[in-house]
């Protein structure tokens, strides 16, 4: 058998931590060598556990280039190792063919403004570089912090620079994103790069 390391990272809401799932699916994986994180490592992860695809950790892992799945795909591996009448498993007598197929057990769809087939999740390495040269302004700290983490695995960077409606003014702003971009004065932004540059993330 040649049995590939599984590293799955899962996501969960604050009320899934608080009940603590991490005790039931050590037990379920472990004896099959998969290790379980709730945090993604992006040294090791090499799924992401989630019930949706528009995630901070499905966005870290497809940028480096790790697959994102339901918890189907527990079921299906654990299904795969099962044997009967006193065979070896499924998975023991052939692994590649046997092991389940990460593309038929993705989340599913959210509220993305592109629906793109089932292939376009596969792990690319040409996403590993996907942020190179962009500069991300973020508005809320929240927001911030949730993706900083992607944004710095595709190579860009992000900067936080919190906004007060109240307090803020308009032109600080813009002089505070026009330098950031390298640029000065309050008119508008020179059209001479190639798409990349500054995004404001409100």
Partial sequence: IT??????????????LKADPTPSLHEKLEPLDI???????RESTTHVVARKRN???????????????????????????????????PLESEFESNWPNELEHLPPRGSESTQRASDAY?????????????????CDQSQFENLIGPIK???????????????????????YVKDVAGEKGLGEFEDGSEGKGVVVVR
């Fill in 35 to 41: 290790k379980v994180l709730v945090d993604y490592v």
């Fill in 55 to 89: 995630i901070s950790k499905s966005l870290q892992a497809l940028i480096n280039g790790r697959y994102i799945v339901d918890h189907t795909f527990i079921d299906a591996i654990i299904s795969v190792t099962q044997s009967k009448n006193d065979e070896i498993s």
């Fill in 153 to 175: 695995n595709g190579r860009g960077k992000a900067l936080l620079r919190q906004v007060d409606p109240s307090r803020t003014k308009l032109e600080d702003f813009i002089r």
């Fill in 122 to 138: 596969a792990p690319d390495p040409a996403r590993q570089e996907i942020f190179d040269g962009y500069t991300f302004v973020f």
């Fill in 3 to 16: 049995w590939r390391p599984v590293v799955l990272s899962f996501s969960f809401t604050s009320k899934e």
